[in-house]
Nanobody, 116 residues
Framework: VQLQASGGGLVQAGGSLRLSCAAS????????MGWYRQAPGKQRELVAD???????NYVDSVKGRFTISRDNAKNTVYLQMNSLRLEDTAVYYC???????????WGQGTQVTVSS
């Protein structure tokens, strides 16, 4: 399984970005997909995830600002990020996981930088 993330960049505080992550390869079952992020000097944290049925989960700090969605036909997950804050600056990693796999799969990471 390979995941290709895109959509990161530099944006001013209050702006928006949309991340995309397309999965390809041997995708079985109904995997969960989502996004983690890692800021400099901090641990990687879960930002949001979404099941194949559309059930979503968000870290408290992004609720009301970020929206995760997916297109099962395209095996693609999206993260719409609005009202971006300086503290959202991080490398964002998409992932895919399922009980049918021995481990989760990760994308290569995309940098999101929010400036003042």
């Amino acid at each position: 399984v390979q995941l290709q993330a895109s959509g990161g960049g530099l944006v001013q505080a209050g702006g928006s970005l949309r991340l995309s992550c397309a999965a390809s390869g041997s995708i079985f079952g109904t995997p969960i997909m989502g996004w983690y992020r890692q800021a400099p000097g901090k641990q990687r944290e879960l930002v949001a995830d979404i099941t194949s049925l559309g059930t979503t989960n968000y870290v408290d700090s992004v609720k009301g600002r970020f929206t995760i969605s997916r297109d099962n036909a395209k095996n693609t997950v999206y993260l719409q990020m609005n009202s971006l804050r300086l503290e959202d600056t991080a490398v964002y990693y998409c992932y895919l996981d399922s009980a049918l796999y021995s481990h989760p799969y990760w994308g290569q990471g995309t940098q999101v930088t929010v400036s003042s």
